[in-house]
T-cell receptor
Framework: DAGITQSPRHKVTETGTPVTLRCHQT?????MYWYRQDPGHGLRLIHY???????DKGEVSDGYSVSRSKTEDFLLTLESATSSQTSVYFC????????????FGEGSWLTVV | GENVGLHLPTLSVQEGDNSIINCAYS??????FIWYKQESGKGPQFIID?????DKRQGQRVTVLLNKTVKHLSLQIAATQPGDSAVYFC???????????FGTGTRLKVLA
């Protein structure tokens, strides 16, 4: 299994509160991603990073921010959680930008009440 | 764990039979494809990949077929086992882009 650790694995939070999800990798891969998975949708990209302090938006980035201060850590922050952000969040990593497998973490289940 | 994909198409297969799971991909420019397996409450797990310069690739008990003419991908699992029960989905990617497009998946149920 790829060395990807997500924390927390499960969280229930209230609307309007900030939430940070952490992804830690031990593979030294350059590229890191945050996806969300919802019923009826394939995995959708929130943000990705192509290096330390280098990040860019994905297709569903509204309401989310990210930071990458070290190669191994990629943080996803919901500044003010909403019920529409109830989802399963997956971190992923890859060695190169394309044409190569991306490996996923075990997921973080977030419920916003 | 939460069960994502509650209304997925389901394929029920008898234990020991072969399974074929299909995927129609969307972008004719896609040149790299991956099949993932996702068990309930877990993250997607890489099964096998294929590039567009190939029509077929085999792994351990799995074979992926690619038909670029009709933009179709299939995953064949030989001698299906109870441990194969999961959601399977495909992903496509175009060289030089970070974007991977993921299918919604098919649920495979293995009947004893």
């Amino acid at each position: 299994d790829a060395g990807i650790t997500q924390s927390p694995r499960h969280k229930v939070t209230e609307t309007g509160t900030p939430v940070t999800l952490r992804c830690h990798q031990t593979e030294n891969h350059r590229y890191m991603y945050w996806y969300r998975q919802d019923p009826g949708h394939g995995l959708r990209l929130i943000h990705y990073s192509y290096g330390v302090k280098d990040t860019d938006k994905g297709e569903v980035s509204d309401g989310y921010s990210v930071s990458r201060s070290k190669t191994e850590d990629f943080l996803l922050t919901l500044e003010s959680a909403t019920s529409s952000q109830t989802s399963v969040y997956f971190c992923a990593i890859s060695e190169v930008v394309s044409g190569n497998t991306i490996y996923f973490g075990e997921g973080s289940w977030l419920t916003v009440v | 764990g939460e069960n994502v994909g509650l209304h997925l198409p389901t394929l029920s297969v008898q234990e020991g039979d072969n399974s074929i799971i299909n995927c129609a991909y969307s972008n004719s420019a896609s040149d790299y494809f991956i099949w993932y397996k996702q068990e309930s409450g877990k993250g997607p797990q890489f099964i096998i990949d294929i590039r567009s310069n190939m029509d077929k690739r085999q792994g351990q008990r799995v074979t992926v077929l690619l038909n670029k003419t009709v933009k179709h991908l299939s995953l064949q699992i030989a001698a299906t086992q109870p441990g194969d029960s999961a959601v399977y989905f495909c992903a496509e990617n175009t060289s030089g882009t970070y974007k991977y497009i993921f299918g919604t998946g098919t649920r495979l149920k293995v009947l004893a």
